[in-house]
């Protein structure tokens, strides 16, 4: 354990002094609590122990378990969720030393603001914590490929993975994860330039059928090839940014309005090779995907479709078509405080509106004005 954990730990033996102080009915013997007697930390019941932990903050947990050997093991065996984001400094020597412990962990966030985290860190989890569905890497710079090769055969039931902002992962090797790591329902690769190539892309497709949300912001190699064989390979996704990805056209946006029928956010932000012929084909999705008997389904129905639209920047647009795509979908609000229907920098598309607005115009216009 660290040394600083180890200081920790004994402020954690005065608190407990001044508890057993604290308490009422305080004995020689030591506090009874249903039989067992408690006279030092070692002795709480494990079940009251992980009680404990599991209202404390990260770092008070990782502190506790190196009270004592048993509070080590329980606190292994109990902690499934860990977030190291507070660590400033030395986290991947923290990594390094928790890994071989908390092998039931089964979310690890390790977002930094500082470069910390280093391969040996990454292959260490692959190592030991077979259990994780969720890793999050984002901002880890200084990870190389190695790390994704040591996560392709580690972690068999990892379902969702940030590495946002993860500049020096290749494609090769992002394609290379995607052969073993087929259980990905959402994945974060937003900033990663050199990964996010259509051929990795291809790889998702094909490997990755259950994927539900990706993002692919800002990454400027991604192009219709790619996205295309998202949209036909993964049919449940839900969630797609696209955002910055300039070299996308139409064809991109009709490939997942004809593949995905249960997209409901689209991040289309500063793709101006887009134009209206887009905007009509997710506007024709949305009958196409109708179901036969609608009335029956019709709530059903009426929470299907998009909510969540980002067409910043994409100046190509006509107010026509983006009306038609917004009453085509009513989750898509333009009113004050529901902007679900992003339109900023588009100055040719102030007149298109949600149905809340048009009817608010309505009751306002209806409002008798007073006689003068």
């Given at each position: 354990?660290v040394?600083?954990?180890?200081?920790?730990?004994?402020?954690?033996?005065?608190?407990?002094?001044?508890?057993?102080?604290?308490?009422?009915?305080?004995?020689?013997?030591?506090?009874?609590?249903?039989?067992?007697?408690?006279?030092?930390?070692?002795?709480i019941?494990?079940?009251?122990?992980?009680?404990?932990?599991?209202?404390?903050?990260?770092?008070?947990?990782?502190?506790?378990?190196?009270?004592?050997s048993?509070?080590r093991?329980a606190?292994?065996?109990?902690?499934?969720?860990?977030s190291?984001?507070?660590?400033?400094?030395?986290?991947?020597?923290?990594?390094?030393?928790?890994?071989?412990?908390?092998?039931k962990?089964?979310?690890?966030?390790?977002?930094?603001?500082?470069?910390?985290?280093?391969?040996?860190?990454?292959?260490?989890?692959?190592?030991?914590?077979?259990?994780?569905?969720?890793?999050?890497?984002?901002?880890?710079?200084?990870?190389?490929?190695?790390?994704?090769?040591?996560?392709?055969?580690?972690?068999p039931?990892?379902?969702?993975?940030?590495?946002?902002?993860?500049?020096?992962?290749?494609?090769?090797?992002?394609?290379?994860?995607?052969?073993?790591?087929?259980?990905?329902?959402?994945?974060?690769?937003?900033?990663?330039?050199?990964?996010?190539?259509?051929?990795?892309?291809?790889?998702?497709?094909?490997?990755?059928?259950?994927?539900?949300?990706?993002n692919?912001?800002?990454?400027?190699?991604?192009?219709?090839?790619?996205?295309?064989?998202l949209?036909?390979?993964?049919?449940?996704?839900?969630?797609?940014?696209?955002?910055?990805?300039?070299?996308?056209?139409d064809?991109?946006?009709?490939?997942?309005?004809?593949?995905?029928p249960?997209?409901?956010?689209?991040?289309?932000?500063?793709?101006?090779?887009?134009?209206?012929?887009?905007?009509?084909?997710?506007?024709r999705?949305?009958?196409?995907?109708?179901?036969?008997?609608?009335?029956?389904?019709?709530?059903?129905?009426?929470?299907?479709g998009l909510?969540?639209?980002?067409?910043?920047?994409?100046t190509?647009?006509?107010?026509?078509?983006?009306?038609a795509?917004c009453?085509?979908?009513?989750?898509?609000?333009?009113?004050?405080?529901?902007?679900?229907?992003?339109?900023?920098?588009?100055?040719?598309?102030?007149?298109?509106?949600?149905?809340?607005?048009?009817?608010?115009?309505?009751?306002?216009?209806?409002?008798?004005?007073p006689?003068?």
């Amino acid at each position: 354990m660290v040394g600083e954990a180890m200081v920790k730990a004994e402020d954690l033996n005065l608190c407990f002094g001044k508890l057993m102080m604290a308490t009422a009915g305080k004995s020689d013997e030591g506090e009874k609590m249903e039989g067992v007697v408690i006279t030092e930390w070692k002795d709480i019941p494990m079940e009251l122990l992980l009680r404990i932990v599991s209202l404390v903050d990260d770092r008070t947990a990782i502190i506790a378990s190196g009270v004592c050997s048993g509070w080590r093991d329980a606190i292994s065996l109990g902690l499934t969720h860990l977030s190291l984001s507070w660590c400033k400094k030395n986290m991947n020597n923290l990594v390094l030393s928790l890994a071989p412990k908390f092998t039931k962990l089964q979310t690890l966030i390790l977002r930094q603001e500082n470069p910390q985290l280093e391969d040996d860190a990454v292959e260490k989890i692959a190592k030991f914590c077979h259990d994780l569905q969720d890793l999050d890497l984002s901002k880890s710079f200084k990870l190389s490929d190695h790390s994704l090769y040591a996560l392709a055969h580690g972690c068999p039931n990892l379902t969702k993975l940030n590495i946002s902002g993860c500049t020096a992962f290749s494609g090769e090797a992002l394609e290379y994860l995607t052969n073993f790591r087929q259980k990905l329902k959402t994945l974060n690769l937003c900033g990663c330039v050199k990964a996010a190539t259509d051929r990795a892309l291809q790889a998702i497709g094909r490997n990755c059928g259950l994927l539900q949300s990706l993002n692919l912001g800002w990454c400027e190699n991604v192009g219709d090839v790619g996205v295309m064989s998202l949209a036909y390979g993964c049919p449940d996704l839900r969630s797609l940014d696209l955002c910055g990805c300039v070299r996308i056209t139409d064809d991109s946006v009709i490939a997942l309005a004809t593949g995905c029928p249960h997209l409901r956010s689209l991040g289309l932000y500063y793709c101006r090779n887009i134009t209206d012929i887009a905007m009509y084909s997710l506007a024709r999705s949305r009958v196409k995907n109708k179901p036969a008997m609608w009335q029956p389904m019709k709530g059903r129905y009426d929470e299907e479709g998009l909510k969540s639209l980002n067409i910043s920047q994409c100046t190509a647009l006509t107010p026509s078509a983006v009306q038609a795509v917004c009453d085509t979908f009513p989750a898509l609000h333009t009113c004050f405080g529901r902007h679900s229907l992003v339109m900023s920098g588009c100055l040719n598309l102030t007149s298109v509106h949600c149905a809340c607005a048009v009817q608010a115009h309505r009751t306002v216009s209806n409002i008798p004005h007073p006689a003068h």
